[in-house]
């Protein structure tokens, strides 16, 4: 009888034993799955970190604002209008530093030190880029971003070389800091500034409409400005910078012409797959609404923003595009007659380039009515 009980006790012991093994086997191999789809996860994403400090600002408590266009076509203006509520934190091209920085193949450093390699699509880093920003979740922004001289286009975000030039003078006596925790420092800083804005507002110009469609989802509180020009006028703009090379193959002096029409006609076809979910959070203004009723549409700007327009921001924007007030820079906003300068481009296309512009674009002058000569 005692050795029967002694081996029922074995046997008991066996399976307790062999349970044991098998819950540890299948808790190693879990914790190694979890980790192989992190390994996976930082090579597209980047390191993923659970950063408590987003929970404040991934909540309802801030607008954010995208102003998408293309290259010359009147964004530098409409995101200055924004700009001037007291309470907007806005940052001028910030994807410039992203599409010229990673196609020269170097790594990805961010503000905390992490290093990253060469992410599989540009695309989505520019949408990681945008979210990051909009959120102020800076840390996941590469350090390019903020050390670009387009920060300066900002009111609040050129804080940032403030706080940078502050801290060196106070480093050169201490000599304790080094240049990347002055980096990260100011960082910080302008994250802050970030936080304390309701209204967050990015200018895109290099990356088309359906690149926004992630970001939507991600950010339910992002509203959309999308700025049409007149493609003649954006042909004519962008010759007159260097930046619409001839096209010898159709004898053509505006070789931009195809890319600028094509990157329209995408938009208006992403507008209309995405306006049935989200009629009211993508406002479509012609620039040249802006240079002819200035004032009128910052009124309807803000009231599609949600933002309230003071006397001053109409006093700013008046002198901005109406008192005669003249600029030599060729990226802002500032214009001495923005009603005579949103037809000038006529004065510069000969009848054989307007006729190939406007057979090539037909469809987008058509879509928004602009006069066809």
Same mark, same amino acid.
Not at 219 to 248: E, F, Q
């Given at each position: 009888?005692?050795?029967?009980?002694?081996?029922?006790?074995?046997?008991?012991?066996?399976?307790?034993?062999?349970?044991?093994?098998?819950?540890?086997?299948?808790?190693?191999?879990?914790?190694?799955?979890?980790?192989?789809?992190?390994?996976?996860?930082?090579?597209?994403?980047? =390191?993923?970190?659970?950063?408590?400090?987003?929970?404040?600002?991934?909540? =309802?408590?801030?607008?954010?604002?995208?102003?998408?266009?293309?290259?010359?076509?009147?964004?530098?203006?409409?995101?200055?209008?924004?700009?001037?509520?007291?309470?907007?934190f806005y940052i001028y091209e910030p994807l410039r530093s992203l599409f010229m920085f990673i196609p020269m193949g170097k790594d990805m450093i961010y503000p905390d030190g992490r290093i990253r390699k060469q992410p599989l699509n540009l695309i989505t880093e520019a949408?990681?880029?945008?979210?990051?920003?909009?959120?102020?979740?800076?840390?996941?922004?590469?350090?390019?971003?903020?050390?670009?001289?387009?920060?300066?286009?900002?009111?609040?975000?050129?804080?940032?070389?403030?706080?940078?030039?502050?801290?060196?003078t106070s480093n050169n006596q201490t000599k304790r800091k080094t240049e990347d925790d002055e980096l990260l420092t100011c960082v910080h800083f302008l994250r802050n500034l970030c936080l304390q804005s309701k209204y967050r507002v990015l200018k895109i110009v290099?990356?088309?409409?359906?690149?926004?469609?992630?970001?939507?989802?991600?950010?339910?509180?992002?509203?959309?400005?999308?700025?049409?020009?007149?493609?003649?006028?954006?042909?004519?703009?962008?010759?007159?910078?260097?930046?619409?090379?001839?096209?010898?193959?159709?004898?053509?002096?505006?070789?931009?012409?195809?890319?600028?029409?094509?990157?329209?006609?995408?938009?208006?076809?992403?507008?209309?797959?995405?306006?049935p979910l989200y009629s009211e959070r993508i406002k479509t203004v012609l620039y040249e609404d802006i240079a002819r009723r200035p004032v009128e549409t910052a009124k309807e700007l803000y009231q599609f923003v949600g933002m309230t327009i003071h006397p001053n921001i109409l006093d700013y924007v008046y002198n901005i595009t109406s008192s005669g007030m003249k600029s030599s820079c060729d990226i802002c906003s500032v214009r001495s007659n923005s009603t005579h300068h949103i037809m000038a481009w006529r004065k510069s296309l000969d009848k054989g380039s307007l006729y190939r512009i406007q057979e090539r674009c037909n469809y987008v002058l058509k879509h928004y009515e602009y006069t066809i000569y």
């Open positions: 009888m005692r050795m029967l009980h002694s081996r029922y006790l074995q046997i008991l012991l066996c399976l307790i034993l062999t349970f044991m093994m098998t819950s540890f086997v299948y808790t190693v191999l879990k914790q190694k799955v979890r980790q192989s789809k992190r390994v996976i996860l930082e090579e597209i994403q980047g =390191p993923v970190r659970l950063n408590s400090e987003n929970n404040e600002n991934s909540g =309802p408590n801030f607008t954010g604002v995208i102003v998408q266009t293309h290259f010359r076509s009147g964004s530098s203006l409409t995101g200055d209008i924004l700009q001037q509520h007291p309470d907007s949408q990681a880029t945008m979210r990051g920003l909009l959120t102020c979740d800076f840390l996941n922004v590469i350090s390019e971003v903020f050390k670009s001289d387009f920060m300066y286009m900002g009111k609040k975000s050129q804080q940032f070389f403030t706080c940078l030039k502050g801290r060196k290099r990356t088309p409409m359906n690149a926004l469609i992630i970001v939507l989802k991600d950010v339910p509180s992002l509203k959309v400005v999308h700025v049409v020009r007149d493609p003649r006028a954006v042909v004519v703009s962008r010759n007159s910078v260097g930046y619409c090379p001839p096209d010898r193959s159709t004898n053509s002096t505006y070789g931009c012409t195809s890319e600028i029409c094509e990157r329209l006609e995408s938009d208006i076809l992403t507008k209309r797959k995405l306006t």
